[in-house]
């Protein structure tokens, strides 16, 4: 895609998250149990995700990972900026330093609605609705009701 590997895997890393916890802190071995996201990639991308205000963690017993805020609370744009800093998406397309409206590149037209449509996603999308998408895959469902990892409804309001 358009974001580094360490971007993506924090989006998925999160949404997992979301999709798993039941309020409390989470283990990242629990976390990446049933995925194929990096153990050790994913303990590096969690820290920078606490350093950015998107995560909090514990350590010891009862440690682990938590979502700083609500998931609903929690852009998918707040993420990107954790992970790759401001304006990743102002950036020239074909990566001139000095790119602009009044000193345009050849594709700056071109891609500046690209750009606005992707920031508006970026901006009205969550970790709670990557969550929400990631539960309602079938397969998602299959291994985590396997391996225990999914609540049910009235577990999830306690």
């Known amino acids: 895609m358009i974001f580094t590997n360490a971007t993506e ?11 798993r916890s039941t309020g409390g802190n989470m283990l990242l071995d629990q976390l990446v149990s049933g995925t194929d996201l990096p153990r050790d990639f994913m303990a ?13 963690s514990a350590k010891g017993r009862g440690g682990g990972f ?10 998918l744009m ?8 401001p304006q990743l998406l102002d950036r020239c397309v074909v990566g001139l330093e000095r790119c602009n409206d009044q000193m345009p590149c050849p594709q700056h ?32 469902r299959d291994l985590h009701e396997k391996e225990g990892h999914v609540l049910t409804s009235a577990e999830a309001k306690e």
């Not at 707040?78 to 800093?85: K, N, S």
């Not at 970026?122 to 929400?132: C, G, H, I, K, Y």
């Open 78 to 85: 707040q993420v990107v900026e954790a992970m790759e800093g």
């Open 9 to 19: 895997y924090a989006i998925r890393g999160l949404a997992e998250l979301a999709s």
């Open 44 to 56: 590096k991308i969690f820290q920078k995700l606490v350093r950015g205000g998107i995560l909090v």
């Open 109 to 140: 037209d071109l891609y500046k609605p690209i750009r606005q449509r992707l920031k508006d996603y970026l901006n009205t999308t969550t970790v709670a609705d990557m969550a929400s998408s990631l539960k309602a895959k079938q397969s998602w």
């Open 66 to 75: 938590a979502l700083a805020r609500p998931a609903h609370q929690i852009s």
